[in-house]
C-alpha cells in the first residue's frame, strides 16, 4: 500500500527525494575528487622516489606571491653544493635541475621542430649526468648525455613523449634535430610517459633535458637551481640530518637561526597537501550533509502533510481492524521508500558523473564515499 501511495503521487515524490539525489550526488563528487587528487599528488611526488629529499632556495610549499622579501633575496644553491651533497656517506646522489623558460631578456625561448611546429610551452630543464641515477625518469630510446657533453657543454638533449608526439609524430627522433631557442640540439633519447597531474595543464612529459651548460647557453647566469637529493638505502632520516647541517654551514646560517632554503621530503609534500585538502574535503562535506539535511526536513515535512490529507484513510484502516503501529509502518516504509530511492539515484549519477570528470580530472570513488552519501 505504501508503493502504491508514491505512485500516485509521483510529482510529489519526485521534488520530495530531489534534494537528497542533490545531496548524495555533492557528497560523492567532492569526495572523489578529493580523493583523485590526493593520490595523483602521492603518485607525482613518489616518482621521484621514496628516498628523495627536494631542496631549493626557498621554501618548496610556498608559491611565489607568498614568498617574503627574505626569501626572494637568499642566494642561490649552486653546483658546488651538489658536489659536496654527493659525496656525503649517507647520501646516493645529489642532482641540480635549471629550470628555464625564458631568455636572459625575458623573452619565451621557442622550440622548433623540422615539421614547422614552434612552442614555447615545453619545459626546458638543464641537469648533470647523474640524472640517470635519481631513476624518476626512465629512458625508452637512445642514451643520456655524458660527462663529456656536460662538460663541453655539448647541444644535445633528451625528449619526453609529449614532444616525441609533437615534434616527431611518424619518425623516431634519435639523431634529428630541434630549434631550441635559437640552437640546433640533437636528439640521443627519448623518455617514457610520465601521468599528468590535473588534466592537460601540468604535462610533466612535455620536457627537454639538456647538459646545464647548454642550458646556460640558452639563459646566461640563470641560478634558480632546484636539487634532488636521493638517499641510500634506509638511511633517508640520517641523509636529511646531514644535508641540512651541511647546506646551513656553506650557507653561514646562524646558530638556533631557521634554515634560509627549503628541504622536503616525498612524505612530507604529501602530508602538507593532505593538511589543506582535509580542510577543504571536511567544509565541502559540511557544506552537502546540510543539503542532504534540507532534503531529509523536505521529506519529513510532505510525510507531515501527507498524514493530514490522509486523515480519512487513516480511519478507515482503524475501522477495519489496523493497529496504530501499522499505520506508523506505513508510512516510515514510504518514506524509507523515498529517501532510500532518492539515495540509490544519488550514488549512480554521482558514480557516472565522476567516471566522466576522471577522463579530464584525476577521481576515482574511495571506498567509504558510497555509504558516507
Known amino acids: 500500500m505504501a508503493i502504491a501511495t508514491l505512485r500516485n503521487n509521483k510529482l510529489r515524490s519526485f521534488l520530495t527525494i530531489f534534494g537528497v539525489i542533490i545531496g548524495v550526488i555533492t557528497v560523492m563528487l567532492i569526495s572523489s575528487i578529493i580523493s583523485g587528487i590526493d593520490s595523483a599528488v602521492k603518485k607525482q611526488v613518489e616518482s621521484f622516489g621514496t628516498r628523495s629529499i627536494f631542496l631549493r632556495k626557498y621554501d618548496i610549499s610556498v608559491g611565489p606571491r607568498n614568498r617574503t622579501q627574505e626569501e626572494r633575496m637568499r642566494k642561490p644553491l649552486t ?35 623540422k615539421n614547422g611546429k614552434t612552442s614555447s610551452s615545453v619545459i626546458l630543464q638543464g641537469t648533470l649526468p647523474d640524472v640517470e641515477k635519481a631513476g624518476n625518469e626512465i629512458l625508452v630510446e637512445g642514451r643520456w648525455f655524458t660527462q663529456n657533453e656536460s662538460d663541453t657543454k655539448s647541444d644535445v638533449c633528451l625528449i619526453g613523449s609529449s614532444v616525441v608526439d609533437a615534434y616527431f609524430p611518424y619518425e623516431s627522433p634519435i639523431g634529428k634535430t630541434l630549434e631550441i631557442g635559437g640552437r ?47 638517499a641510500k638505502e634506509g638511511m633517508l632520516d640520517e641523509a636529511k640530518d646531514q644535508v641540512q647541517d651541511v647546506l646551513r654551514v656553506r650557507r653561514q646560517v646562524p646558530f638556533g637561526k631557521p634554515n634560509n632554503f627549503g628541504m622536503e621530503t616525498a ?75 532518492g539515495g540509490l539515484v544519488g550514488l549512480l549519477i554521482g558514480w557516472a558523473l565522476t567516471f566522466l570528470i576522471a577522463l579530464v580530472f584525476p577521481s576515482y570513488v574511495p571506498w567509504w564515499a558510497p555509504p558516507l552519501g
Not at 97 to 112: A, D, E, P, R
Not at 189 to 212: C, H, V, W, Y
Open 79 to 113: 653546483m658546488e653544493d651538489a658536489e659536496v651533497l654527493k659525496n656525503l656517506s649517507t647520501v646516493e646522489t645529489a642532482v641540480p635541475f635549471l629550470n628555464i623558460t625564458s631568455n636572459f631578456f625575458g623573452q619565451k625561448i621557442l622550440v622548433t621542430g
Open 267 to 341: 612524505e612530507s609534500i604529501i602530508s602538507t597537501f593532505r593538511s589543506i585538502t582535509a580542510g577543504v574535503a571536511l567544509a565541502m562535506v559540511v557544506i552537502s550533509s546540510i543539503g542532504l539535511m534540507i532534503g531529509g526536513i523536505g521529506v519529513m515535512n510532505i510525510m507531515l502533510v501527507s498524514v493530514t490529507e490522509r486523515t480519512r484513510e487513516i480511519g478507515i484502516r482503524k475501522a477495519i481492524g489496523a493497529k496504530q503501529s501499522d499505520i506508523l509502518l506505513q508510512f516510515l516504509i514510504e518514506a524509507a521508500t523515498l529517501t532510500g530511492f
Open 184 to 230: 640546433e640540439f640533437r636528439v640521443i633519447g627519448t623518455l617514457q610517459k610520465r601521468e599528468q597531474l590535473f588534466g592537460g595543464g601540468n604535462d610533466q612529459s612535455n620536457a627537454i633535458f639538456m647538459p646545464i651548460g647548454a642550458a646556460l647557453r640558452l639563459k646566461p647566469f640563470a641560478d634558480d637551481l632546484f636539487m634532488l637529493v636521493i
